[in-house]
C-alpha cells in the first residue's frame, strides 16, 4: 500500500461517462490541478440515454450532459474536454475505439492515464460495474500499452503529427480497493462541487454525505481524513523516465 504522493507533469482522464470522474477521481484530478499538472479529459459517450425523462431525446441529453461535464471539469480546473460520442449503453472495446484513443493519447503526450479497472463487475453488494464502464477501461489500458507507444502501429496517425508517446503511469480507479491512495482531503469540496453540477443526474439527492463517507472509509487507517484509491501500474522507471526528460 503507498500512501505517498507524486503528481505527474501531464494528466488524461479515460472514462465512459460523463460524471464517472466526479465519482471516482476528482479529488485526485482537483489536487494535481493545485500542484500545477495539466489534465484533460476524454469522455467516450455523452451519456445520452442517462436521462429518464418523457419526451426526452439522446440528443437532447448529450447537449445537457456535456455541458454539465464541461462545468465540472472547469470546477476542478481542467480546461480541455473530449467527446467522442460513441452511442452510450453500447460501447464495445473496438479497434476504431483504441485507435481513437491511440489519436488523444498522442496528441496530448501524458505522462499519466486514469481510467477503470475492466475487470471489476462486482462493484458492490448492490452494483455490477456498467458495461460501458468495462468497455472504456479495457480499451484505454489497450490504447496506452503497447498501441500508443508503438510506431508502427496505426502508423498512418503519424500524417497527423501524432507519433508514438510511451505514457509511464496509470491509475486504475478500483472502487476503494488498490495499491495507491491520494489523500483528497483539501479538495473533498471540489469533488463534491464538481459532481452537484451535474444535475440532470442528481435531482434530490445531495451526494455530500455519501461521497465524503465512501472517500472516508477509503482513507481508513491511512493517515488522512478523505481519500481515492487506485491501481497503479508503472511501465517507465523513475530512471528511464528521467532519461527521457533530458
Known sequence: MKNQHY?????????????DIE?????????????GA????????????????????????????EAEQLAAAETVGVKEVVFLRE?????????????????????FKPEVVITGDPTIVWARDNYINHPDH????????????????????FEELAEEGLTAHKVRKVYATSFGEGDTFVNIS??????????????SQMADWDPEPR??????????????????????????SDDDFAKMQE
Open 7 to 19: 503528481t505527474p507533469q501531464k494528466a488524461l482522464v479515460i472514462v465512459a461517462h460523463p460524471d
Open 23 to 35: 465519482f471516482s477521481c476528482a479529488g485526485t484530478v482537483a489536487r494535481w490541478v493545485k500542484e
Open 38 to 65: 495539466k489534465v484533460a479529459y476524454v469522455l467516450c459517450t455523452s451519456g445520452d440515454v442517462g436521462i429518464d425523462k418523457p419526451g426526452m431525446t439522446k440528443a437532447k441529453a448529450a447537449e445537457i450532459r
Open 87 to 107: 452511442p452510450d449503453g453500447m460501447l464495445q472495446n473496438t479497434m476504431e475505439l483504441r485507435k481513437r484513443l491511440v489519436r488523444e493519447i498522442r496528441r
Open 134 to 153: 468495462r468497455a472504456a477501461a479495457g480499451a484505454a489500458l489497450d490504447a496506452v500499452f503497447p498501441a500508443a507507444g508503438q510506431p508502427n502501429l
Open 186 to 199: 483539501e479538495t473533498i469540496d471540489l469533488k463534491i462541487e464538481a459532481l452537484k453540477k451535474h444535475t
Open 211 to 236: 461521497i465524503k463517507e465512501w472517500s472516508a472509509e477509503i482513507a481508513k487507517g491511512k493517515e488522512m481524513a478523505y481519500a481515492e484509491g487506485f491501481r497503479v501500474v508503472t511501465l517507465i
